[in-house]
């Protein structure tokens, strides 16, 4: 999609003030965010520790790129609890303030 004119459609801008940490989160969704990142993070460290078992044989690229599409999907599994409230909408699905829920 392209645009003729100069105005930023309204998923960039909700996407800056993500960015930025522009928003507010209820506690649920806060709460949801951490849960996200233990769950990721749990799985990185138990994909570290099967590579490190000796026995096991591996390509380093492969896994690196294992680990940068956890990253990713870890990223992606935030942000879809977190983009609802960092938005301009104005039918008010949103609430942007300046505090920063990162």
């Known amino acids: 999609m392209t645009s003729s004119d100069n105005k930023v459609p309204q998923a960039i801008r909700d996407r800056v003030l993500l960015v930025n940490g522009k928003f507010s989160l209820p506690d649920a969704n806060a709460k949801a965010t951490e849960a996200i990142r233990t769950i990721f993070s749990e799985a990185a460290e138990k994909f570290a520790a099967l590579l490190e078992q000796t026995e096991v044989k591996y390509d380093t690229g492969r896994a690196i790129h ?25 039918r008010g699905l949103a609430r942007p303030s300046d505090a920063n829920a990162m």
């Open 66 to 90: 294992a680990l940068d599409t956890l990253q990713a999907a870890k990223d992606t599994a935030c942000v879809s609890v977190i983009l609802p409230f960092a938005s301009t909408d104005p």
